[in-house]
């Protein structure tokens, strides 16, 4: 699983179920399910709307395996142009409807996992 800097981020995408996907600029995708389970894919050949399709057809799949009656609301954001840097980026999250943010220090955690301590990262 690699780290992603929030920088890199291109798009949200944010259900009424708890369910969120994270779209990459290097084209992964990473759908973190209710209850934590999570799915990975690298796609370096498809464009970031054929990502967003990807996620919306893995979120209607985790609906229809858990039963669920109604489609899920699902909302797309995709990144600004023009916002490149993490700061930026943080901060157009903050007004994103639907996702709340933690902010934990750098050496502690990273978007997907702990961070190793300086000097021992694989």
Known sequence: MSIHNIAELAAIIVT???LIALIWRDHSLRVIFPGGR????????LELDAL???????????C????HEAP??????KVPAGLVTA?????????????ALEIRPAEEMGVGGPMPPAGLAG
């Open 87 to 99: 700061e930026q980026i943080f901060a157009w999250m903050q007004s994103v409807p639907g996702i």
């Open 38 to 45: 999570k799915m990975v894919a690298n796609a370096p050949g």
């Open 72 to 77: 899920p609301q699902i909302i797309v954001h």
């Open 16 to 18: 009424d179920i708890k």
């Open 64 to 67: 229809l395996g858990v039963g």
């Open 52 to 62: 967003i399709d990807l996620a919306i057809g893995a979120i209607h799949q985790y």
